[in-house]
């Protein structure tokens, strides 16, 4: 099997069962982790060491990263994250280092002879995750490797997300705001409600960010449901003392009746300076008295995370940041008003089918000029559709078919460069920057 082959068997029961959806039906119906349960389950005995599974809607790969990266100072950590910018194998990491080829289609390999026997089960318009097959993968390439932690990212959702059929004595909710509505639900409160589904009883404690008070109901009433202890920002955790950096953030955790100052990070938005204290309060309860915050600061301040507000040049200066939906647009302008910077050139790729007009709607009064432009992946919609819709709402825009267009228009109106959309056109810039 080649590492094509691979990619392309993890993706072939979805693709196949697809064709048999109707575009508008929700996780409820399309999806069936009990499929991927009893694989699940059988690896997982292999294997019982602690396990961390996070969710929200912005900002869980961010905190996913965090957490591996604080563990394995002095720990073997396996991490699985998902989507990945420019390759794969991105996806599954042991101590910051990606799976290999060789062991990423030997390990695809042994994987699909474990589902075989699900393949077969399956009726029209049923399908074995990609998801799943993911996480079965993970499970046997961190048994190899003989982790002392796992960390897992939970997709969009959760009740219907693979993911949560693994064990894990630990839950992370981070921020959740209205988001992949056609999926999880047309009110907050429902999104809020699958998202909680990670608590399922079994978990030590569960630690939720920052939310909105609808959402922190929800998820208080399915920790008293489960009887799952639950540490809260604002109560037994916080940031204080929030700067900018020449190199990031700065700020000072506040965890319990602990202040740890200046923990610095090589990411750019208040945000981040949240994702950090979360991701060391799990930390600080798994390690306690080996919790050395000195290595705490070296592991955070040495953290990379491409397409997360990431600066990718100075002259101009140019930002890129994964953002798909108006909250996370916000999150950019809170970035770029402690930045001082009032006029941008936006260049935004975000396909049909997700919120291209509230991004633009948020970060139009900050730009001179918006540019529409698509990416190379070829599975994503992009269409006239958006210029029109946009045009009608009162939002002038350029288009350009091809990202390397939109960039050399975008230096010649010689102000800063904010690039915001799909993980795909992250990709894609990530590739046009470096030359990968």
Not at 36 to 65: D, E, M
Not at 302 to 329: F, Q, V, Y
Request: some cysteine; glycine content about 6%.
């Amino acid at each position: 099997m080649t590492r094509t082959e691979a990619e392309n068997y993890i993706y072939e029961s979805y693709l196949k069962a697809e064709k048999d959806w109707d575009y508008s039906m929700p996780d409820s119906v399309k999806r069936h982790p009990e499929f991927s349960k009893p694989v699940l389950t059988g690896l997982n005995q292999k294997s019982k060491v602690p396990t961390i599974l996070v969710t929200g809607s912005k900002g869980k790969g961010s905190v996913a990263c965090m957490i591996a990266q604080i563990l394995s100072d002095s720990a073997n950590v396996g991490l699985m994250t998902s989507p990945h910018i420019l390759k794969f194998n991105e996806r599954f990491r042991v101590n910051g280092n990606c799976i290999t080829d060789k062991e990423f289609c030997e390990l695809t390999e042994k994987t699909k002879e474990l589902f075989a026997p699900v393949r077969e089960s399956l009726k029209s318009g049923e399908c074995i995750s990609p998801i799943g097959i993911q996480c079965a993968l993970a499970l046997q390439y961190f048994l190899h490797h003989q982790v002392d932690y796992r960390v897992f990212e939970c997709g969009k959702g959760v009740k219907y997300d693979d993911a949560n059929q693994i064990f894990h004595e630990y839950a992370v909710i981070n921020n959740i705001f209205l988001e992949h509505t056609r999926e999880l639900g047309n009110t907050l409160s429902e999104i809020a409600k699958d998202k909680a589904s990670i608590m399922t009883g079994d978990q030590k404690c569960v630690y939720v960010a920052k939310q909105s008070e609808e959402v922190l109901t929800v998820l208080m009433q399915r920790a008293e449901e489960t009887n799952v202890k639950m540490k809260c920002y604002g109560i037994d955790f916080w940031e204080e003392n929030v700067r900018f950096c020449e190199n990031g953030m700065l700020f000072d955790a506040c965890i319990g009746n602990r202040v740890y100052n200046d923990v610095s990070l090589p990411l750019l938005g208040r945000h981040q300076a949240r994702n950090g204290v979360l991701a060391m309060t799990v930390c600080l309860d798994l390690l306690q008295k080996d919790f050395y915050i000195d290595s705490v600061r070296e592991k955070l301040k040495n953290i990379k995370w491409p397409g997360r507000m990431e600066i990718l040049d100075d002259n101009p200066l140019t930002i890129l940041d994964a953002c798909i939906n108006e909250e996370s647009a916000r999150q950019v302008l809170d970035v770029l008003n402690e930045m001082k910077i009032s006029q941008v050139t936006s260049i935004v790729g975000i396909p049909d089918d997700k919120d291209f007009m509230g991004v633009v709607k948020t970060i139009a009064p900050f730009s001179s000029t918006v540019i529409l432009t698509k990416s190379s992946n070829m599975h994503y919609i992009f269409t006239k559709n958006q210029i029109e819709i946009l045009e009608k709402n009162g939002y002038q825009n350029i288009c350009f078919k091809e990202l390397p267009d939109a960039l050399i228009f975008a230096k010649k109106v010689e102000k800063p460069i904010l690039i915001l959309g799909t993980t795909s056109l992250i990709a894609d810039v990530e590739k046009l920057y470096h030359q990968i």
